[in-house]
């Protein structure tokens, strides 16, 4: 079966696609679209806004027309193939890429479909590596291929090798179904407007907007932060504060249900994590299970106020391309504690061993630390800048002291038999199970305040995740003594014993 250009057509099953394929011809309605959508401001801006100028329809006009010949041109020279080595993607006219990965090097699969996508049945197809080292080494997208195909690639990609089975003339047996680890649950709705997301999105609004305020005849926009600048009122600027608190929490609703509707972790058949998510734009990321090096259990202040969490997985092979390491989006804690047992395959969460505590010098360096630059800043205001200007820092101090506290009671440290945790963080409280034959280095940090408190900060270097988890401000004595025992002779040669 051949394609209308000359070219096979993908095959219906799950085989290395050795012949050179085209992207799916439907792309080149969905790209424009998609481009569309965002070019869809300044488009609208360049049309509506002005005296009606000849050039600003010449303009709207070729802005349309080059989305559309861009796209015709990327998919009439875009070509992949599937090798039993490796994926291959040549692409570009006036400048040809030639990208390949290694069929063993790949990580993760994403597949992505945004609503124009939807529409015409298609998804796009990230391939993962993980590698950072040099342009392109980190894997390679298909946009775009019907979502069947899509499928097909994803088990194909991340499939391993098996032993090859005995001849009988029985009938293969049938896949083995997905296990569900967990899925949505609409009651975890209520931890939306404590996730702050609205504000995320009202910043956005208004970063649009400030572009395009004069274009759209919007001065009264800039006229009113002068005016307000001009004639402070801490009433104002408290009602400013105020609306703008009820207008995030309005919008954090809508858009935990856009990035999580359909929510899914399952454990699939072929030795993968994999995350389903998304209303409008859905998306579908698989992790190899083999990969996987720990958890990070992460609460934000506001969440973890209301008993809640959300899940990451710490593992190798998400590259620098935005591949996301979610396992569990902001939901009740013991739901957390829950997928990272499951996830982990373990009895116990090793997130919720009891931690052993830091030395009170390190209460008085997160004090330091979060006091001083606020008091800093006020005796700044005081000498340069207007007289309303430094009680505001002043207003901060009793909250960022509570925060200095909180993050000192936040800090603590465990070895588990298979894991090395950690915790640390206030705004966003991060509590991370590494396992301990992941770890691959230390890297020890004495800042010359440490050193005065007898403090030290040992960091968990490794492959996944981060790259590296601190322990911070542990007592010297302590950290090192963690470090040796949670990778035994790693780290033993370069310490002394007691009395050299």
Do not use: C
């Not at 050179?20 to 401001?41: D, S």
């Not at 499951?342 to 919720?352: F, G, K, S």
């Not at 936040?410 to 950690?422: C, E, F, I, M």
Request: hydrophobic share 45%.
């Amino acid at each position: 079966m051949t394609t209308p250009t000359g070219l096979p057509a993908a095959p219906e099953l799950t085989e290395p696609l050795s012949e050179w394929h085209r992207l799916h011809v439907r792309m080149l309605i969905v790209r424009p679209l998609n481009e569309g959508i965002t070019m869809l401001v300044p488009i609208l801006v360049l049309l509506f806004t002005g005296d009606g100028e000849k050039w600003r329809i010449i303009a709207s006009g070729a802005t349309v027309a080059m989305i559309l010949a861009f796209s015709f041109l990327l998919w009439r020279t875009t070509r992949y193939r599937i090798t039993d080595d490796q994926v291959e993607l040549h692409t570009g006219l006036l400048t040809r890429k030639q990208l390949s990965v290694p069929r063993d090097r790949i990580r993760t699969v994403d597949l992505t479909s945004k609503p124009g996508h939807r529409v015409f049945g298609l998804s796009a197809v990230r391939i993962g590596t993980g590698q950072k080292d040099a342009p392109g080494a980190d894997g390679l997208t298909l946009d775009a291929v019907t979502s069947q195909e899509a499928e097909r690639l994803r088990v194909l990609l991340l499939r391993k090798a098996a032993a090859p089975r005995p001849v009988t003339g029985e009938e293969p047996a049938a896949p083995a179904p997905s296990d569900v680890i967990s899925r949505l649950d609409p009651r975890w709705l209520k931890f939306a407007p404590l996730s702050l997301s609205g504000l995320v999105a009202i910043g956005a609004v208004f970063g649009v907007v400030s572009n395009y305020a004069d274009d759209l005849g919007l001065d009264v926009v800039h006229d009113l932060w002068g005016w307000l600048f001009e004639h402070p009122s801490f009433s104002l600027f408290g009602g400013f504060a105020l609306a703008l608190v009820v207008l995030a929490l309005v919008l954090s609703v809508p858009l935990y249900v856009l990035q999580f509707w359909n929510y899914r972790l399952t454990r699939e058949p072929d030795g993968t994590l994999r995350v389903q998510r998304g209303l409008l734009t859905t998306r579908s990321v698989s992790v190899e299970e083999q990969r996987l090096r720990g958890v990070d259990i992460q609460e934000p202040l506001l969440v973890r106020a209301g008993r809640g969490a959300k899940a990451v997985a710490v593992t190798t092979g998400l590259g620098s391309k935005g591949e996301s390491n979610l396992l569990l989006p902001p939901a009740p804690l013991s739901v957390a504690h829950q997928v990272a047992r499951d996830v982990l395959r373990v009895e116990d969460d090793p997130t919720t061993r009891t931690l052993r505590k830091h030395p009170f010098a390190a209460l008085r360096r997160s004090l330091v630390r979060h006091v001083v630059p606020w008091v800093v800043l006020a005796a700044g205001l005081a000498i340069w800048a207007p007289s309303w200007a430094w009680p505001i820092p002043l207003l901060v101090l009793p909250f960022s002291a509570l925060v200095g506290w909180d993050n000192y009671r936040s800090l603590g440290n465990a070895l588990d038999p298979r894991y090395l945790v950690t915790r640390n963080g206030s705004l966003v409280r991060s509590t991370v199970a590494l396992q301990r034959t992941g770890i691959i280095g230390w890297r020890i940090e004495r800042s010359f305040f440490q050193r005065r408190s007898g403090l030290v900060t040992i960091g968990a270097t490794t492959a996944a995740g981060a790259g590296i988890y601190r322990v911070t401000d542990v007592g010297e004595s302590d950290g090192l003594a963690l470090a040796d025992e949670a990778v035994p002779d790693l780290l033993r040669p370069f310490l002394l014993r007691e009395g050299e």
